[in-house]
């Protein structure tokens, strides 16, 4: 990419509370920033959302030593050609040019990796639910009145769809589309499939673009799981899909589930982790106050081919597309995590379903909050952790997470989201929401 009229590179990293930090190089400054990198402190691993407090892990000391973040020059994007604003992911590594452990980066291209290994290749797709707001942060206003993906939604906020749209496409951002969602002020942008990192990447740059188009709009955008009590709650579904030498292993026209034997192993492989990977796939102290039934949240750790109650759904393709569009669900996200490790944790779980050949539970066909807790039981339905203590408890002791990512990534995350859920562990929901909601 020609960069000589960049007059500013946004350096862009996604820390462990889920907060993208940056640093803002003048153009000068850029092209050299891709052999040296800019400078970063250690601390930027174990910073909290809430209020920005230091904490501290057994291996990471926040207070001594220096990182650099090393933008990807592959994934540069021009955000603004008028002003010449452009933006880069960065990898962290430290002063040797070492990969940090804490890098979410380098742990989710690690795992990618060894899809490729396995002779597999995976895609990654997002969808993204934010909140709009009118008003000012201290009185905030839902932006749009509704109905559910009505046109009058869109029409109140036409003019910033359009300008959201342009600037996405123009900075080369894969957007298959955007909608009003189910909820007042609530917005959906789904994104293309992309190898594993690129589609993170999209995800953050997306959120950048967003936020920077609705600040020109005079609104505001929250990608809190509970932007406001009183509209529908903020999910980040995360696709995924496989192709092996017979093609996408989520399409089988001859198998009862519509899938081939691998595609069936690595949902089994998904949701045999999926109670240990919850803090990671929404960290913050109203993630689990989201996945309530009755609210498309995916609440109960299940599979069902379209089941939007089940925290796992097959999406089959259209008919004659199958090959190409059919794909896998994962819809107990929010928009709080560190998608990088989400994605992380959810693609190695799938491989290690499909490297063991699991077999693949019973799916479930109506909404698992109609039937009974004996029902349930009989159908291995479980329910997420009642708390965010609980699911940091069952994520530090994962030793199937500590391989995939790491033991010094896995603790800093963990004493970051538990100092997080300390801080608020003695305050009302609405106190809550109002804090976080600025804060993603």
């Known amino acids: 990419m020609d960069l000589q009229h960049v007059r500013a590179l946004v350096i862009s990293t996604l820390d462990n509370a889920g907060v993208s930090r940056v640093k803002v190089l003048p153009g000068p400054k850029v092209e050299g920033a891709f052999d040296n990198g800019c400078g970063v402190s250690v601390s930027v691993g174990v910073l909290l959302a809430s209020d920005d407090h230091v904490t501290r892990s057994s291996e990471i000391d926040p207070i001594v030593g220096d990182l650099r973040g090393m933008p990807d020059r592959t994934a540069v994007a021009v955000v603004d050609k008028t002003s010449g604003l452009a933006w880069a992911p960065a990898d962290l590594v430290d002063l040797q040019g070492a990969p940090y452990p804490t890098c979410q980066r380098t742990a989710l291209k690690r795992v990618a990796a060894e899809w490729g290994t396995a002779g597999l290749e995976v895609s990654v797709g997002f969808e993204l639910e934010f909140t709009v707001f009118s008003g000012t942060r201290d009185s905030p206003v839902l932006a749009h009145d509704g109905p559910g993906y009505a046109a009058t939604a ?84 995360i696709h995924f899909s496989a192709r092996n030498g017979d093609g996408n292993v989520f399409y089988d026209a001859a198998a009862g589930t519509q899938m081939s034997p691998a595609g069936e192993s690595m949902i089994a492989g998904v949701l045999g982790r999926l109670a240990e990977s919850s803090a990671l796939l929404g960290g913050s102290a109203l993630s689990l106050a989201r996945l309530q039934p009755a609210q498309w949240a995916g609440s109960f750790i299940c599979w069902g081919t379209g089941n939007r109650e089940a925290a796992v759904r097959f999406v089959p393709g259209l008919r004659g597309y199958e090959d190409k569009q059919s794909n896998v669900e994962v819809k107990c996200c929010d928009g709080s995590a560190n998608q990088y490790l989400a994605v992380a944790a959810i693609l190695a779980a799938a491989l290690e379903g499909f490297r063991g050949q699991l077999k693949l539970p019973a799916e479930v066909t109506v909404d698992p909050g109609t039937l009974s807790d004996a029902e349930r039981e009989r159908l291995d339905i479980r329910a997420f952790a009642p708390d965010m203590f609980t699911a940091l408890d069952d994520l530090e002791g994962s030793s199937f997470l500590r391989t995939a990512l790491g033991h010094e990534l896995l603790d800093a995350y963990v004493a970051v989201r538990r100092g997080e859920a300390e801080r608020f562990a003695k305050l009302d929901r609405e106190a809550v929401i109002a804090a976080l909601r600025w804060r993603y």
């Open 154 to 237: 869109f029409l109140q906020l036409e003019a910033w769809h359009l300008d959201v749209l342009t600037a996405l496409v123009e900075a080369g951002v894969p957007v298959e589309q955007v909608h009003p969602e189910y909820g007042r002020g609530q917005v959906e942008i789904a994104l293309a499939p992309r190898s594993p990192v690129q589609a993170v990447d999209d995800y953050l740059l997306t959120r950048f673009i967003v936020a920077r188009v609705s600040r020109q709009h005079g609104l505001h955008v929250s990608y809190s799981p509970i932007a406001d009590s009183t509209t529908a709650t903020n999910g980040c579904h």
